[in-house]
């Protein structure tokens, strides 16, 4: 039986770095050298220069490609570093068409840096097919898509986008930070490149900084290989045996937050006091149908109104066991405030057009008893008075 037939679980753990060949070591080595000697003058190995290629940041390149259903993976220094090194694929003149509540700090990458370079871009809500029609231009060389979005939770199509895409001889590059390959895979329903802030879930721990990108195609992953390598913002070794470390609890811990968000977002969703509860397993979804086709979970992040941002304060101050953080995809659950938070990057005017207000919360749920969670929210909630109507039963 090969790794490849093993369910994913499985093959979190039981993956061709499973044990070191030369010890039988059941954790990969972390090789530090910068630099490996050679030993013939026209012919070097396989390692050279650590920037180049290091085999402790190999095994996580390896593990994250075969898990991802690609031909080869790329560690990077950050999330955004994966990204932009990615978008270093496209060239001044070239058009890119990208969802509209993205991370911001690709919103900034892409408004602000590659439009230094001649990268042009449109910003369409993707979950409008037509309107992704409509932005494509003659010089349309790629689309990005999140999905599901941050912080809106909003999903698009990877398969029609993907097929859109090649049909006018672009890429698709995903962003699969918020579900990761074990809820969603877009390199086997159509994307070229899926990116991740292993930051995030993969790693899982809130102790590493960290960014993937992985491809199905053998010629685009020697472009991306000859990008990480020229710009060179590859991730460090011990980085890269967190990242891995982290890993092998992937599956656990996310269908266990996974259960704990939904619970959440039904009570939140019940709650008087709460104005819009976006998460993509909810019955009124509007994209719960093509969540549960393309991947198989709506993840552990869900965004949350509260009726405006004065309710927005007062429940964060008395909210005790979430941290309240940037970030998400942690064992603790993080409550985040995306206009302050990972929005910060987009202007007001932009947030509103899209409908991140400034009463939004977003919540990260961890591994924490849900019971418990849905308790100190509860009380939280109680301090807020809504409609005129006053919660708390003291006052
Ligand atoms: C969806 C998404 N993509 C990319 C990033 C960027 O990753 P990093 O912070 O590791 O650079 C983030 C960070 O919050 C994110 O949430």
Redesign the pocket.
């Known amino acids: 039986m090969g790794h490849e037939e093993f369910s994913f679980e499985t093959r979190l753990l039981h993956n061709r770095h499973k044990m070191d060949a030369q010890t039988g070591a059941v954790s990969v080595p972390i090789q530090h050298a910068s630099t490996f000697h050679q030993f013939e003058i026209d012919s070097f190995g396989k390692y050279d220069y650590a920037r180049s290629l290091n085999p402790t940041r190999e095994a996580l390149e390896d593990i994250i490609a075969e898990l991802e259903g690609g031909v080869r993976g790329f560690a990077f220094s950050?999330?955004?570093?994966a990204?932009s090194t990615a978008f270093l694929l496209l060239s001044s003149g070239d058009h890119v068409i990208v969802t509209e509540d993205v991370?911001g700090?690709?919103y900034r990458m892409v408004t602000q840096v590659l439009t230094r370079f001649g990268i042009e871009h449109t910003f369409v809500d993707m979950t409008d097919f037509d309107q992704v029609k409509q932005a494509i231009k003659p010089n349309t060389k790629a689309f990005y898509v999140?999905t599901p979005s941050?912080p809106l939770l909003k999903v698009t199509d990877i398969k029609a986008i993907s097929l859109l895409a090649k049909s006018i001889g672009a890429l698709t590059f995903v962003?699969n930070?918020?579900l990761t390959p074990a809820l969603q895979r877009p390199l086997e329903i159509g994307a070229d490149i899926v990116l991740h802030?292993a930051?995030?879930f993969l790693s899982g721990h809130s102790d590493v900084?960290?960014?993937l990108a992985v491809v199905k195609d053998e010629e685009l992953a020697k472009q991306l290989y000859f990008l990480q390598n020229s710009f060179g913002a590859v991730l460090g070794v011990q980085d890269a045996w967190l990242v891995m470390r982290g890993l092998k609890t992937l599956q656990v811990r996310l269908e266990q937050s996974q259960r704990a968000a939904l619970e959440i977002a039904r009570f939140l969703e019940s709650h008087p006091a709460i104005e819009k509860v976006y998460y993509p397993a909810l019955e009124n979804h509007p994209q719960k149908e093509l969540q549960e086709a393309q991947a198989s979970g709506a993840g552990a992040v869900l965004s949350f109104e509260l009726a405006d941002e004065d309710a927005m304060r007062t429940f964060v101050s008395n909210v005790k066991i979430p941290v309240f953080a940037v970030?998400?995809g942690a064992v603790e659950s993080i409550l985040s405030y995306p206009a302050k938070m990972?929005h910060a990057a987009m202007p007001q005017e932009e947030r509103e057009k899209r409908g991140i207000k400034n009463s939004l919360l977003r919540l990260s749920v961890g591994l924490e008893n849900p019971a418990d969670l849905i308790k100190d929210f509860s009380q939280a909630l109680e301090k807020l008075q809504v409609n005129n109507y006053v919660l708390s039963q003291g006052e």
């Open positions: 950050s999330g955004m570093a990204i991370y700090g690709t999140e941050n962003d930070t918020f802030s930051t995030k900084v960290a960014g970030s998400l990972s």
